[in-house]
């Protein structure tokens, strides 16, 4: 590891970068990722700062699986993830519950209130709440970087996944963290089969193991220091509960209003139900103030006696979607927070767009073209930066939901006796969860065309690189079973559009199922790469 | 002190490498920093905004409050106006001039200009045109900087500094070319004459 990552000084820091760090620190192995805003930077920091492999995977569940792996041989192991992956990672991480982890095992998984970056805004709290595992949740970068140094101990300590809740203003805010003496890396251990192989018999076992150490984990969220109470005796009329990134706002319009509430401050979870009756028996009304969905505020009703009222979420006093500002925290006191000046006139929104010289663009053109042919095809699309075409002035596109579901959705809707469907999806993408649906279509011998947009990368996050180089994608799109001759690699070029135009015209023409992978290198990643080259 | 500063633009232009530089310098100043930044699907040529937090004690929210920003540094005229509703009575706004054209709406960007002008304390420069001169069409963030330097509770000795630092890596032709482009944005926003002059024939013309 180099000199100046180690070491006691305050660093400008990325709250992603203070979990890699933390994660270097804390004598990781290896850590796995598939990209995704706002966690991306997590792997890309451990790539630039550390020795260790840090590896980008073919989706969130493999990367899951390596982790485990890694546990189970005993070493730390770091799996960073968006929201949304989660959603992928599901199986292996529900189930890595029932298991007995050995190397700490440590899941940085980054929400995205407000959806910058994503199509939900899920709170992976009710994941790390349903798999039954702990969950802290930084505050701040620096509660980054040191939740992440615990979040391995306790891993260790309960032999059981620990999750890392960030959200957005976590994962991209930079601000100074202290870092701590790293550690070494784990020796290799053995597992007991008993604890890894899932059978019923095993898993009833493991699973009251589980529960019964719950006593335990509510123990260590009690006393830990992320969950503070403070007691106001002069004001009994209101208590404050805030939890993560929440805390910077409270403690900021606090000042400002010079109000003092008795407050908790949850940052571990499972929510530590004593702190939370304490601050209770002290107020006659709780305001609940957390990033994501109303998770505190609905399992309070069940902690707290019914006289003492609820507000948050739920009760409509905070915006139940969206992303917390200060602003919000201002109203829910009842106070009318500052203006600033007006705008002096209407401004024009700016959203997003596929960038100048896109290759994307020469294939919407090109499919553009031959639907316009048609009176209502349909175009079911994916997840990555070709999902711009279904803006103007493009227009390409009628669904996004998720990884993969381009393909699975063009083959119901095809069933369902639309003509002609295509699916348009990325090339990394593809991989990630593409090739499954496209095993059902083979199966099914459906009437639809597969488009992939093959740029060689993983665009949208930072041209990360595709997982296998562009010429294994056409062997997989045969080697499951579409027709050699109507699976087609087209180098494309702005100026064989109309070549591109001919040949999507004949395969979305034909009768049954057809693939068409349109490869031209990103043009963003071509900028980067020559400017690597210059430097 | 606290000093709050939005720094708006299109994705592509540098707003991130402006809270860099500026966070560092305040850094070199035994100030705190807190910096809030956009990643991802806005990068790809969508309105980009930082928020950067400047105090000499610790700072909580990652992000500004409507009518809290000190100073707005804009890369892009239309970008500059759309915050205007985080600036604190009393706060300034410095925009570069010229537009980037990539939506079909863009107002007459004579209009967007004089709405800047009219503010309080709004003023613009032509930064790409002073970048192109000091050797670096890329380094309008730069200028930015500079002419943002004079309204920061932080030295102008340490924000070239921190500039040094972030492109010595880069090669001496971009360092000299970064220095140069800085160095140019604080006189132009320094000679008010020149600025003014501009001003004056957006004004009337």
Redesign the interface.
């Known amino acids: 590891m180099p000199d100046d990552v180690v070491g006691a000084e ?1 660093r ?1 820091l ?1 709250g992603d970068e203070a979990v890699a760090l933390a994660a270097l620190h804390s004598g990781i192995s290896a850590a796995y990722a598939y990209p995704g ?2 966690a ?2 997590i792997l890309e920091a451990l790539a630039f700062h550390g020795d260790k492999p840090a590896t980008w995977c073919a989706n969130e569940k493999t990367a899951y699986e390596q982790a485990l792996g890694m546990s189970m041989a005993g070493k730390r192991a770091l799996v960073s993830m968006k929201h949304v992956g989660l959603n992928v990672a599901a199986d292996p991480f529900m189930n890595s519950a029932v298991v007995h982890p050995i190397g700490g095992l440590v899941l940085a998984v980054a929400d995205d209130p407000g959806m ?2 994503s199509q939900n805004e899920q709170d992976s709290r009710f994941y790390a709440d349903f798999a039954r595992v702990p969950c802290l949740e930084p505050a ?1 970068p620096q509660q980054a970087y040191d939740m992440t140094r615990e979040a391995f101990e306790v891993s260790e300590c309960f032999r059981i996944p620990v999750m890392l809740r960030l959200v957005t ?1 976590i994962a ?5 963290v202290r870092t701590s003496a790293p550690r070494e890396e784990n020796a290799l251990a053995e597992s007991d089969r008993a604890d890894w192989v899932l059978l019923p018999g095993f898993a009833r076992r493991n699973w009251r193991k589980r529960i019964e150490q719950r006593k335990e984990i509510a123990g260590w969220t009690e006393s830990s220091g992320h969950n503070a109470l403070t007691l106001n005796d002069s004001f009994r009329e209101l208590g404050v509960i805030t939890t993560g ?1 929440v ?3 409270f ?2 319009v606090s ?1 400002a209003l010079g109000l003092t509430p008795s407050h908790l401050h949850i940052g571990a979870y499972p929510i530590p139900a004593l702190l939370v009756r304490q601050l209770a028996d002290h107020v006659s009304e709780i305001l609940v103030i957390e990033e994501g969905y109303p998770y505190v505020e609905r399992m309070l009703r069940g902690l707290i006696p019914p006289f003492v009222s609820i507000r948050g979420k739920e009760s409509g006093d905070i915006p139940a979607d969206g992303e917390l ?3 919000i925290v ?1 109203k829910a006191f009842g106070v009318e ?19 100048d010289g896109c290759p994307h663009i020469d294939a919407y053109n090109a499919l553009t073209a031959v639907l316009g042919e048609y009176e209502s095809p349909l175009v079911t699309s994916d997840i990555g ?1 070709y999902t ?1 075409g279904a803006l ?2 493009i227009g390409v596109g009628q669904s996004c939901v998720c990884m993969g579901a381009s393909i699975g959705m063009a083959k119901g809707a095809a069933e369902a006796g639309v003509r002609p469907v295509v699916a348009v999806i990325g090339d990394s993408t593809f991989l990630h969860s593409g090739i499954t649906p496209l095993m059902d279509a083979v199966a099914g011998n459906t009437n639809m065309t597969l488009l992939i947009l093959d740029n060689d990368v993983v665009a ?3 041209t990360q690189p595709t997982l296998l180089p562009s010429s294994r994608i056409a062997d997989i799109v045969r080697g499951i079973g579409v027709p050699p001759e109507h699976c087609h690699v087209f180098e494309s070029h702005p100026r064989r559009t109309a070549e591109l135009t001919e040949l999507l015209r004949k395969e979305i023409a034909h009768g049954g199922l057809s693939a068409v992978i349109v490869h031209r290198p990103c043009i963003e990643a071509a900028r980067q790469s020559r400017k690597a080259r210059a ?1 | 002190m606290k000093f709050d500063i939005i720094v708006a633009g ?2 592509g232009q540098g707003v991130l490498s402006i ?2 530089i500026v ?2 310098a305040a ?1 070199r100043s035994g100030l ?16 980009v905004v930082s928020h950067l937090r400047l105090a000499d004690r610790e ?5 500004i ?5 000190d100073l707005i540094i804009g890369l892009e005229p ?2 500059s ?2 915050y ?6 009393g706060g300034s706004l410095i925009s570069a001039t010229e537009p980037v054209l ?6 007459p960007i004579e ?2 200009l004089m ?1 800047i002008l ?3 304390r709004g003023r613009v420069i032509e930064a790409t045109k002073i970048a192109r001169e000091a050797g670096a069409v890329k380094a309008a963030n730069v200028v930015m900087v500079g002419a943002a330097v004079d309204f920061l509770p932080v030295d102008a000795a340490e924000v070239r500094c921190a500039i040094a630092d972030a492109f010595r ?3 001496e032709r971009l360092l000299g070319a970064n220095l140069a482009a800085f160095e140019a944005g604080q006189r132009a926003m320094q000679h008010r004459e020149l600025v003014d002059e501009f001003e004056t024939f957006v004004l009337t013309n």
């Not at chain 2, 705190?32 to 309105?47: C, I, K, L």
């Open positions: 305050v400008m990325l805003t706002p991306t930077e910058h970056s701040d203003r991209h805010q930079r601000a100074g990134l805390r910077s706002y403690l900021e000042a500002n200060q602003e201002w927070p500052p203006h600033g000046l007006a705008i002096p006139m209407h401004v024009a929104e700016r959203p997003p767009r596929l960038c930066c711009l103007p002035p949208m996050t930072g430097s | 299109v994705g809270g860099a966070s560092a850094m705190r920093a807190v910096q809030s930044e956009v990643h991802g699907m806005s990068q790809r040529g969508g309105a700072i909580h929210s990652p992000t409050a409507h009518g809290g920003a239309l970008e106006l759309r205007v509703d985080f600036l604190a009575a990539n939506i079909p709406d863009y107002p209009e967007v709405s009219r503010l309080p890596s880069k090669g």
